[in-house]
């Protein structure tokens, strides 16, 4: 059974730094690409960024470029969000993502961790 698993969450205050770990199980980690996606309240989905199998290739949403670093560690079975100058904006439960499965791939969830950017 696939399981994703974020932690980290919490209060931030306006231009802080916070990291989200995913700890992922259930499937081959090192074969797959893991996304992060983010719902700030009341909005929709808004993908965050991605990391390649092997961490070598990284790609983000461009609000977050230069401010958000997406990490994994192979070795441990994580993937790490570190999220600096933070703004209120980024308030919003952060989910940590992988789309897996043969014949079919499908898309799993983690349950998300709150991130809370408040003064």
């Known amino acids: 059974e696939v399981q994703l698993v974020e932690s980290g969450g919490g209060l931030v205050q306006p231009g802080g730094s916070l990291r989200l770990p995913c700890s992922p199980s259930g499937f081959t980690f090192d074969d797959h690409a893991m996304s992060w996606v983010r719902q700030a309240p009341g909005k929709g989905l808004e993908w965050v960024g991605a990391?390649?199998?092997?961490?070598?290739?990284?790609y983000y949403a461009e609000s977050m470029q230069g401010r958000f670093t997406i990490s994994r560690d192979n070795a441990k079975n994580t993937v790490n969000l570190q999220m600096s100058s933070l703004k209120l904006e980024d308030t919003a439960v952060y989910y940590c993502k992988v789309r897996t499965g043969w014949p079919t791939p499908m898309d799993y969830w983690g349950k998300g961790t709150l991130v809370t950017v408040s003064a």
């Open positions: 990391i390649s199998w092997n961490g070598g290739s990284t």
